[in-house]
């Protein structure tokens, strides 16, 4: 067997495997940065200690919890879900009508539109959660 033909058979599964090695390399990163943070924030608060100078309390802020943006919202905030709820709604909705559409070719399964409702269904839990937690609010 030549170097060729090995090759074509392999690439299918080597393609997927490197397509799941990309988010294993990303969360790799991001744990290592800030590995790498955390050493160099110790490392300055030991200087400084050792110096007897004045700690600042945003550098001990900084070690005990983790930097946000405060333009950025929390994770689960009423305007993360309202915003998860319309785009999944929208994916649903737009999946619906393209499988619609390919059904016009017959070699296509008459069924395929309604995997569109899977994110459709998300998005409506979504618009749930954030409808019951704004009623919760208190004032």
């Not at 090695?21 to 200087?47: D, G, K, S, Y």
Request: one cysteine or more; hydrophobic letters at 50%; charged letters at 15%.
């Amino acid at each position: 067997m030549d170097f060729g033909t090995t090759l074509k058979h392999l690439v299918p599964f080597i393609v997927p495997i490197l397509a799941l090695c990309i988010p294993i390399a990303a969360i790799f990163v991001r744990h290592a940065e800030r590995i790498n943070r955390n050493n160099n924030l110790h490392q300055t608060i030991r200087l400084l200690s050792e110096r007897g100078a004045d700690l600042p309390p945003e550098l001990l802020q900084a070690a005990i919890t983790e930097p946000h943006s405060p333009l950025e919202p929390k994770p689960w905030s009423q305007a993360a879900q309202l915003r998860a709820g319309i785009i999944n709604v929208c994916i649903g909705i737009g999946l619906m009508i393209l499988f619609s559409a390919m059904r016009l070719d017959q070699s296509v399964p008459e069924w395929l539109w309604v995997i569109g409702a899977i994110p459709l269904v998300i998005g409506i839990a979504f618009f749930i959660i954030w409808y019951i937690e704004s009623r919760n609010k208190p004032l």
